[in-house]
């Protein structure tokens, strides 16, 4: 089952799109979710009974036209809509239980506002163990290409492994980025430093972590992307020509805290395509 976040607003159409789409290739069930907090409204000496009530109805129209925009797209999906009361963060967070994975907007206007960039995403995509998915509300040309981020950490093979099922299912090409740097002390003077037996070293890595998969996806052509970069300027680059950027959410090495860290909010907040978080 996969489940989206919807709210009425433009990128919460767009995530519905995609998580449908994603939906019939991995022959999985849709569930639409909307969450309604009435609880700022409730607060104070007198409370307006009529808000929430307006609320509950604003909810269940924008549930409608979620399930009519995924019937439209994919009628053979089979999809369910639930109109839940609760805190966003708390109901995706329940929901992600058993999903094969959570979408949402970038931006919205209710109650999934500011995911994935906000305080909701980070909530919910630092404690949920199933892909959490970003989609941008502006239509992309399909490029036939997924770019994963990987390190030198076990921690990035779950999101290696998500790419790689994203990129058989597409018929896509798997763009493997690992962005390296020298350490500090490398540039102090009489340090040597072999550059080739660097380089050899983190393409290494990238092949040692690939090969775990390839057997399992030989239809997946790769292509390993080893460059010395800043890991958000890398994964950026990469991006610009991908229909998906994986990347997970813990790591140790050059693409390290993924989720919640400075490389995160940067690949978030610059790339244009859809981003699925894999936590480790």
């Known amino acids: 089952m996969i489940v989206v976040g919807v709210d009425g607003s433009m990128v919460a159409r767009a995530a519905v799109e995609w998580a449908v789409n994603d939906a019939l290739r991995m022959g999985e069930s849709l569930r639409i979710v909307h969450a309604v907090d009435r609880s700022p409204y409730q607060i104070g000496r007198f409370p307006n009974a009529a808000v929430p009530d307006a609320l509950l109805r604003e909810g269940h129209r924008i549930l409608r036209e979620a399930l009519a925009l995924a019937h439209e797209r994919q009628p053979e999906v089979e999809v369910t809509t639930w109109d839940i009361e609760g805190a966003p963060a708390e109901v995706l967070r329940e929901q992600a239980k058993g999903a094969a994975e959570i979408v949402l907007g970038s931006r919205g206007l209710g109650g999934f506002a500011g995911a994935l960039l906000g305080s909701v995403s980070t909530h919910v995509a630092g404690h949920v163990g199933c892909p959490v998915v970003v989609v941008r509300g502006d239509h992309r040309p399909v490029r036939g290409e997924v770019v994963v981020g990987v390190d030198d950490s076990p921690g990035c093979e779950p999101a290696l492994a998500y790419a790689f099922g994203q990129a058989g299912l597409r018929g896509a090409v798997l763009r493997v980025v690992h962005a390296w740097q020298l ?78 860290g400075s490389v995160s909010r940067g690949v978030l907040h610059h790339t244009r395509c859809p981003v699925a978080v894999v936590r480790a």
């Open 183 to 260: 350490p500090v002390h490398a540039y102090a003077p009489g340090v040597p430093y072999e550059m080739d037996e660097v380089r050899g070293a983190q393409q290494q890595i990238v092949r040692d972590r690939v090969g775990m998969f390839t057997g399992g996806y030989p239809q997946v052509t790769v292509v390993e992307d080893v460059r010395p970069a800043l890991p958000v300027e890398a994964l950026t680059d990469a991006s610009a020509g991908a229909d998906l950027l994986v990347v997970g959410s813990h790591g140790h090495g050059t693409v390290s805290a993924m989720l919640l």
